[in-house]
């Protein structure tokens, strides 16, 4: 039989606290979030002062959650996976602090995390199949990237945003509708009352980089389209400009990871990241996979938003391939994919 490694694993790069109990880098015994998405909303975005502050409130108690829901103990997890970077320094900091202090206390090894390889294994989590090599969209709040994932723990960026990332743009539109924090989700959901070809936004493409993303073109597009209503007396139809804006995104989005997994002569795409739980982008990307004979997988929404099961996939991985970080282990708010 196949030995059990099962992974504590912990999240606090940004607004949610998350601790889960992972089983061989695919099987979630329990997942933990404590959401503080309530709290920032009155801002209009994520504070981190405040982030950092709940994080040292919540993770204690989300731990412990975590481990008696999945029926473990600190003194029967094989080890403790954290996410160390990219992401909010202080908050990063508050994870990294918990998983050294049970790593010290009970002996076991610490393995760090890079946030955005979490997010892509999250679709190791519910497709057993899925192995590498495959082609990876991610969409997340700060970053939107197309991976190569050439093996277990092995990527390569070959295409990445130059300026706002998708989940951002999703953000920003949101706010200048009158939509509030965050907007990803209420975009999508506004969309599906209005007509996706009622306003024709730009597509941008980034000149000798085709896998590259631009998303601020789009945006300054639709505050300007929203100031030309304003100051003609015209009423905006919300929905029409939350579907509009969201048709844009998710055409270039699969557009661009279609053909850069048929450019690396991949048979496999994945999506990932919160953007990955937009509809109309799941949607998309299954048209554009079938026609194009490419599989095409992606998380359940809550492996795609922020949690702490996808960082036990991936420190999974990791641990089996040796990796192990010593009590120095710091935050590193900008850390590169690959790095370590
Ligand atoms: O991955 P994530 O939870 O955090 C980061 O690592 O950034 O992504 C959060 C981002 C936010 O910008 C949010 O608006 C966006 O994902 N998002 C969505 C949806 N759900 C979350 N964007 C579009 N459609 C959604 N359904
Ligand atoms: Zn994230």
Redesign the pocket.
Known sequence: MEEQVKILAIESS?DETAAAVVVNGRTVKSNIISSQIELHKLYGGVVPEIASRKHIEKINQVIEEALETANETLDTIDAVCVTYGPGLVGALLVGVAEAKAIAYAKNKPLVGVH?IEG?ICANYIEHPELTPPFMCLVA????SHLVKVVDYGEYEIIGRTRDDAA??A??KVARAIGLGY????K??KLSREGNPKAISFPRAKVEGAPNDFSFSGLKSAVLNYLNKCKMQGVEVDRADVAASFQEAVVDVLSDHAVSAALECGMDKVAIA???A??QALRAKMKEKCQKNNLKFYYPSPIF???NAAMIGAAGYYEYKKGVRDGLDLNAVPNLKIGQR
């Open positions: 940004c946030h997010h997340s709040g700060g970053h989940g951002e999703f953000d965050p907007g990803g989700p975009i999508d990241g919160g953007v739980s937009n795609c938003t922020d």
